[in-house]
């Protein structure tokens, strides 16, 4: 089985109305919460061309990446499957790396390169990019190989839910802390400052983390503090 074919401009379009409706958001605060005219949101939207620095400025509103707005994304399948030969790794914080050309999306698709990169302290961890979001679904997905933590926390309207798959890390909810082996998972609520890291001797690293993400509305959110 190949590679995935590339994502098309409707394929941007599509992902970016999905992430809007999942939020709530119409087009006008959307554009407002990216800091660009509601034109480009309607314009990218309706899969015609848009500025690499305004996906950017969406895709930071959406609480997304710019790799995740830019992989292929409608099909006519009632499912969507993420096949393991076509795997996308990206890594965290590799500005030096990536400067310098050292990494390449076909090269961290090898454990052992990913392994050498993350024990040298080159990356702080690496995502695979899970692409079987639904079109209009809410739930996603990551895997992610962590060797430290990430610089700073994040929050985003959802709840989040965490499997360790190999290893231990550490996580803190809004200054609440606790630490977590294989097998072991929690959930939380994702709008207050989270954030993770991999525990262990050299030799236990990376830690292997699946995580399942929710988006929630602010009135959805709002919800927790009826009970």
């Not at 890594?91 to 990913?114: C, H, Q, W, Y």
């Not at 990376?206 to 509305?217: I, K, M, R």
Request: aromatic share 8%.
């Amino acid at each position: 089985m190949g590679r995935n074919r590339e994502a098309t401009p409707h394929d941007v379009g599509a992902r970016i109305k999905s992430g809007r409706l999942s939020r709530g958001l119409n087009q006008i605060e959307l554009a407002e919460q990216a800091g660009v005219h509601r034109t480009v949101i309607a314009r990218a939207e309706a899969g015609g061309v848009c500025r690499p620095s305004s996906l950017k400025k969406i895709a930071k509103a959406l609480g997304v990446t710019l790799t995740w707005l830019n992989r292929p994304f409608l099909g006519k399948e009632p499912y969507r499957a993420d096949h393991l030969c076509n795997t996308l790794w990206v890594a965290t914080n590799p500005s030096f790396i990536r400067r310098k050309g050292l990494v390449t999306p076909e090269a961290l698709m090898d454990p052992n390169e990913r392994h050498r990169l993350g024990a040298n302290k080159l990356a702080n961890a690496f995502v695979r990019v899970l692409n079987n979001d639904l079109p209009g679904g809410r739930l996603h997905a990551l895997i992610v190989e962590s060797y430290r933590r990430e610089q700073d926390p994040i929050s985003f309207p959802g709840q989040m839910f965490l499997y360790v798959i190999k290893g231990r890390i550490r996580l803190w909810v809004d200054n609440e802390q606790i630490d977590l082996c294989e097998g072991d998972t929690v959930s939380y609520w994702a709008d207050k400052p989270n954030l993770y890291e991999a525990i262990g001797t050299p030799d236990e690293l990376p830690a292997t983390v699946l995580e399942v993400f929710l988006d929630l509305s602010d009135q959805e959110v709002a919800l927790r503090d009826q009970f």
